[in-house]
């Protein structure tokens, strides 16, 4: 299994920029598709984007396409969101989450795909 870990969030103003990381552990042999999920008060957890273990193919929620671009360094077994034009209603707690891949070009959209979860790192957008 795959652990995980956060960082990078915090207030921003609307239409200002972040890039949030997420480093795992891995068994050196493995492949790992990930997502970042996200979580407002009251609202259930969406997906924001994803990622395979190739970093060709990626998918992202409705809400952030073009604006949100997710990106990853297997060398440094971290991957990143890179949130562009922030508004108010991005304002949420993030997660990454994590899945060994048994195909290099897959990503998963879904919270069931994955069985890895980070604690989760705030973002704040202020209007």
């Known amino acids: 299994q795959v652990r995980v870990v956060e960082s990078g969030g915090g207030l921003v103003q609307s239409g200002g920029s972040l890039r949030l990381s997420c480093a795992a552990s891995?068994?050196?042999?493995?492949?790992?598709?990930m997502g970042w999920f996200r979580q407002a008060p009251g609202r259930e957890r969406e997906l924001v984007a994803a990622i395979s273990w190739s970093g060709r193919t990626t998918g992202y929620g409705d809400s952030v396409k073009g604006r949100f671009t997710i990106s990853r360094e297997n060398a440094k077994n971290t991957v990143y969101l890179q949130m562009n034009s922030l508004k108010p209603e991005d304002t949420a707690a993030y997660y990454c989450?994590?899945?060994?891949?048994?195909?290099?070009?897959?990503?998963?959209?879904?919270?069931?795909?994955?069985?890895?979860w980070g604690q989760g790192t705030q973002v704040t957008v202020s209007s």
């Open positions: 891995v068994r050196t042999s493995s492949m790992y598709a």
């Open positions: 989450a994590a899945r060994e891949a048994y195909n290099g070009n897959y990503y998963y959209i879904t919270e069931v795909d994955y069985n890895s």
